[in-house]
């Protein structure tokens, strides 16, 4: 497991390079690839990526973007809440 911890990490890691960290994007071409990205994100141009998202070619992928970002905006609210406490 810890060699494919190892690979998932630098694969994500580039994902986020190459796609300016913006999440929708990334979770989308770590489920789907980047080509796939690449190719929806040329279809739909004038989209903000929340909006993007819907679009998703793929039924699992678009799944998977939605619980990502429903995730995050979970953990980032979860970490304020913490930093209160601590306070």
Not at 6 to 29: D, K, M
Not at 39 to 68: C, H
Request: glycine content about 6%.
């Amino acid at each position: 497991p810890g060699v494919n911890i190892q690979f998932g990490a630098r694969h994500l890691t580039r994902l986020l390079s190459t796609l300016n960290n913006e999440t929708v994007y990334v979770a989308a071409a770590y489920n789907a690839g980047i080509n796939a990205v690449n190719r929806w994100r040329n279809r739909y141009t004038d989209l903000p990526p929340e909006a993007w998202a819907e679009l998703i070619g793929y039924p699992e992928t678009a799944t998977y973007v939605r619980n990502v970002v429903l995730s995050e905006a979970v953990y980032t609210e979860l970490g304020k809440k913490t930093a209160l406490i601590g306070s």
